[in-house]
């Protein structure tokens, strides 16, 4: 396989893969589904998912199916790999950097979806365009927890600052436990 030719397949990979995590989060924080970004999204990412679905069935409101389906998507983006010659063949090392390589895509997302919530929250909070208010609606969902915690401050939130803490503490936790597994870091699309 081309080094030209395993790029392509491993963009495309990686593309899906992130469609698969937002379906992922979408469920999982219960966003507006008649928001055409959503629906175009699931529709576009869903069909894998809804046929393990049927075999893995969601707690709650977490959708294991479709992080399964990233995983194994992953998996296939790191078996391309292996074919192309750049990584030695190991299923279970393959598995363990597709679930970390998931994970990290997934902490990163939410990184950018908290940024753009601060970011919108000053410049355009009025502004009622389907990704503004998609972006808004995740992002408040992530600060809910820590404002249950934190006293009215005057007018003041600082719920993102101890949501960035914890997520900044997981992003390294878990960066360091990808890169003990041997995790190559150019192959990962969390990095």
């Known amino acids: 396989m081309s080094e030209a030719t395993f790029f392509l397949f491993k963009a495309l990979m990686d593309i899906f893969t992130v469609g698969v995590v937002f379906n992922f989060l979408f469920r999982l924080l219960k966003v507006d589904y008649y928001n055409p970004i959503v629906q175009g999204i699931i529709r576009a990412v869903d069909f894998p998912s809804q ?14 199916s479709s992080f399964v389906v990233a995983i194994f998507i992953q998996a296939g983006a790191f078996y391309l790999a292996v074919i192309a010659g750049s990584i030695g063949y190991d299923p279970i090392k393959i598995l363990v950097w597709s679930l970390y390589s998931v994970i990290l895509l ?40 820590f404002r249950v915690f934190l006293p009215p401050m005057g007018g003041l939130d600082f719920s993102p600052i101890f949501a960035f803490l914890l997520l900044n503490f997981l992003q390294i936790a878990f960066a360091q436990f990808a890169l003990e597994s041997g995790l190559p870091v150019w192959l990962s699309v969390g990095f």
Request: aromatic share 12%; hydrophobic share 60%.
């Open 51 to 64: 046929l393990l679905r049927s075999i893995i069935r969601p707690i709650w409101t977490v959708d294991l």
């Open 106 to 145: 997934s902490l990163k997302m939410i990184w950018w979806i908290l940024l753009g919530g601060i970011i919108i929250s000053f410049v355009a909070s009025s502004v009622f365009h389907p990704a503004v208010v998609l972006i808004r609606q995740m992002s408040d969902k992530f600060f809910n927890p």
